[in-house]
């Protein structure tokens, strides 16, 4: 089986203007560029113009890079930066990665150019017309997630093994409400967990001056690369529902409760209802977080048998080759 391998294909991260992931794709050592875009669906009118023109100026960088680049395939993930460049390949091959199991407006009309559609779970079928085009790859993982055991998790924090640890996960930016709701109950955490709490950036300050008294049970980063230790190394995760859910947990078996980003919410929603209806997850709504977090972690916590049945059914959803079935689906459509 042959992959994408930087060393051996020449490949091109195209993102948005003023982006975050340019820092973590320059420092996987892949080349990073940027075109403008914008989102329209929904936009005040005050708004509208500006966000057409960016879109226009868009399309015409996309078209300027592949002249430039040529590539043999186009590889699309979502988002608004990915229109104006699908707008201006529409006659190149390329394949699209719909990583919730509902699809967004972006993405659903990115479907409609794609030459192939791959998908993390089969649920996501119901949701498109071009079924011919769809392939069930999975959720991709990134290698540097799977070199963790357990006893090596546990050594890189300097955890104790005999104290169950819960893994609070907020994404990049961070969620607000889980922050705030951790703040509230980590003393109580404390005092029988280990607790690894990923913050985000927005909230990092607050939340790193009201828990710096708290010891080393209780361990709190803005961002963490090796979130693979994390992973590895916690009984229970509570975080929201976005798409990483669909194939981090499943690999590592990690039992969950999930919190959709209410802003957000049909599209969580969906993956969590997924994850909750095979039984290896509990939904909680955002704004039952104050009352309902505590009795909820500490319920499941203190029934060992109910944890390790959820963590059989997430272990059971697993697709560790899902990278390896969307590279060989790019090399198919590269021609190579």
Not at 195 to 210: A, E, F, R, S
Request: charged residues 20%; positive net charge; proline residues 5%.
């Amino acid at each position: 089986m042959e992959t994408l391998r930087n060393d051996a294909h020449e490949l091109l991260w195209v993102g948005s203007d003023g982006g975050m992931e340019k820092a973590l794709v320059e420092r996987a050592g892949l080349p990073f560029t940027a075109v403008p875009a914008a989102g329209v669906h929904g936009v005040s009118l005050k708004k509208l113009p500006g966000n057409l023109v960016r879109l226009w100026k868009g399309y015409r960088k996309s078209r300027q890079l592949l002249r430039q680049f040529n590539p043999d395939v186009l590889f699309f993930t979502g988002g608004y930066v990915a229109i104006p460049m699908a707008v201006a390949g529409l006659r190149r091959r390329s394949v699209l990665f719909v990583p919730d199991i509902e699809p967004g407006l972006a993405l659903k009309v990115l479907a409609r150019f794609a030459s192939r559609i791959a998908v993390s779970v089969e649920e996501s079928r119901r949701f498109f017309k071009q079924q011919e085009k769809i392939t069930v790859t999975g959720y991709p993982l990134r290698e540097d997630l799977k070199k963790w055991s357990k006893d090596e998790a546990r050594a890189y924090f300097g955890f104790d093994p005999k104290v169950k640890t819960i893994l609070f996960l907020g994404g990049s930016s961070g969620a607000r409400s889980i922050n705030q709701a951790v703040m509230e109950i980590a003393e109580k955490l404390i005092a029988d967990y280990q607790v690894i709490h990923l913050t985000g950036h927005l909230d990092w300050d607050v939340v790193q001056n009201q828990t710096k008294q708290l010891g080393p049970r209780y361990q709190a980063f803005p961002y963490l690369h090796e979130v693979g230790a994390a992973l590895a190394c916690a009984d229970l995760v509570v975080s929201r529902a976005g798409a990483s859910t669909l194939g981090e947990y499943p690999f590592f078996g990690l039992p969950a409760v999930l919190v959709p980003y209410p802003y957000a919410w049909k599209y969580q929603k969906v993956n969590a209802d997924y994850l909750v209806d095979r039984g290896a997850a509990i939904l909680l709504e955002d704004q039952s977080l104050k009352t309902r977090l505590l009795p909820t972690i500490t319920a499941l916590m203190e029934d060992p048998r109910r944890l390790a049945a959820m963590s059989a059914a997430m272990s059971a959803l697993a697709n560790p080759d899902a990278a390896l079935a969307i590279s060989e689906l790019l090399l198919e459509m590269a021609g190579t």
